[in-house]
């Protein structure tokens, strides 16, 4: 099996290469002449994934090691009979310590306690969540907004819900 991987994903050579053969190509733009005998492709957020790069290609499957993926085309993929997977929640725990970290640093700064405060949260998808849980965990309240949310079986979340 041919891979090829972006050569900015740091371990990909190392963790792919029990399964194949791992080339390292540029993500922007990807050779398409690399593409010509590949089996699957990793990419990050910089390479657009769609129907331009990969008909007629041998490409079997795309992964990205973002969390988003606005820069694939998941409709053309499932259509084109290609695998798809992507990394939603890979970086949720170090975003909710910077976060963490910046509100202690204020609390320091500006001489005050966190505990018993309250924290708006905007968004409880992965990152939300595990704030809130953190937060929660250490006596300060969290007010959560979420739109697109349902919440209801929102299980273990007992903040308060804004619009």
Known sequence: MK???????????DLFSRLGEVTAVPGRPIPVAQLADADALMV?????????????KPIKFVGT??????????AWLKQAGIGFSAAPGCNAIA????????LLMLAERDGFSLYERTVGIVGVGN??????????????????????APTVGMRGISARWMN
């Not at 990050?44 to 007629?56: D, F, M, Y």
């Not at 969390?67 to 998941?74: K, L, Q, Y």
């Open 3 to 13: 891979i090829l991987v972006d050569e900015n994903m740091p371990y990909a050579r």
């Open 44 to 56: 990050r957020s910089v390479t657009k994934v769609n129907e331009s790069l990969l008909a007629g």
């Open 65 to 74: 090691a973002t969390a988003g993926t606005d820069h694939v085309d998941e």
């Open 95 to 102: 975003v909710v310590e910077y976060v963490f970290s910046s």
């Open 127 to 148: 990152v939300g969540r595990r704030l809130q849980a953190r937060l929660e965990a250490l006596g300060i309240k969290t007010l959560l907004c979420d739109p697109p």
